[in-house]
Structures are given as C-alpha cells and as structure tokens.
C-alpha cells in the first residue's frame, strides 16, 4: 500500500495554493450547476470568510503530502475540539488512481489520533463519484445531504 507523509506548507507554499484551490472550489460549484460568475464570487467569498488570518488562520492546518521526495496532493483540515473538517484533499493530476487519496486520508487520520481528535468529517460533492467511493471505503457515513432544483 501505498504511504505518504505530511509536511506543513510554507507560506511561499501556500499563496500559489490558495489560488488554485479557490479556482478549483469553483469550477466544482460549477459542476453543481451555479453560473461560473455566481461560482467564482461563492469561491472568494467563501475562502474570505474561511482564512481571513489566510494560512495563520487559527485552526487551519495545511500540508502537501510527499512519496519519498515527489510531491503528490495536499489536505486542509480545520479543528474545532474533538473535531478535524477536512476542507480540501486533492491528488496531483498526474498520480491519480494510484493509492494516493487514499493514502493522505489515512495519513489525515494518523494526525487526528496523534492530536487525540475522535472523529473527522467533510463535505464531497455528489459529482465527484470517484471520491465519494473512497470515502464509503474508508468508513465514512453520510450525515446529511443538500439539495437544489434549477427554476
């Protein structure tokens, strides 16, 4: 199977990282059927509201996840007391489908326990079957479910 370790980001790290993860949150809204303007301010004022310190944020963590010396994805976690959210996960393009999601969401629960949190949670579109799948794998259990109808 397949390991990966955690390594903080550094700040020089984490501005290019905001960016893209803010243009990616939106085109997944996209995906979920808001207009790509309406998408891109839900992005930037969800990412304001969420890291207005941006990565000095309080309770945000930050990592890329490293194979040896390759770089393959990154997670987002927030601690709220026994709690971690995990914001974002994301797998380098060219490593996909190799073990790697799996493999930071297991290495995301390794630093939950080390931090003595009982229970990690996050938010999947439903577009995005491929992760669902994963997290079903991994133990996870819907806990709620949001709907929306076009008029």
Request: proline share 3%; with cysteine.
């Amino acid at each position: 199977m397949t390991d990966v370790r955690l390594e903080p980001m550094t700040e020089d790290q984490y501005k290019p990282w905001r960016a893209e993860a803010e243009a990616h949150y939106a085109q997944s809204v996209i995906a979920s059927g808001q207009s790509a303007q309406d998408a891109e301010r839900n992005a930037a004022d969800t990412y304001a509201q969420l890291l207005p310190n941006e990565s000095a944020t309080p309770d945000h963590h930050f990592w890329y996840a490293y194979d040896g010396d390759r770089r393959v994805g990154f997670l987002w976690v927030k601690v709220t007391r026994n709690t971690a959210f995990v914001y974002n996960i994301a797998v380098e393009p060219d490593v996909r489908r190799q073990g790697y999601g799996r493999a930071i969401m297991l290495a995301a629960e390794r630093w939950c326990h080390d931090n003595a949190l009982t229970r990690i949670g996050l938010h999947v579109f439903a577009h995005n079957t491929g992760a669902r799948a994963l997290y079903e794998q991994l133990g996870f259990t819907e806990t709620g479910r949001n709907l929306a109808k076009d008029l």
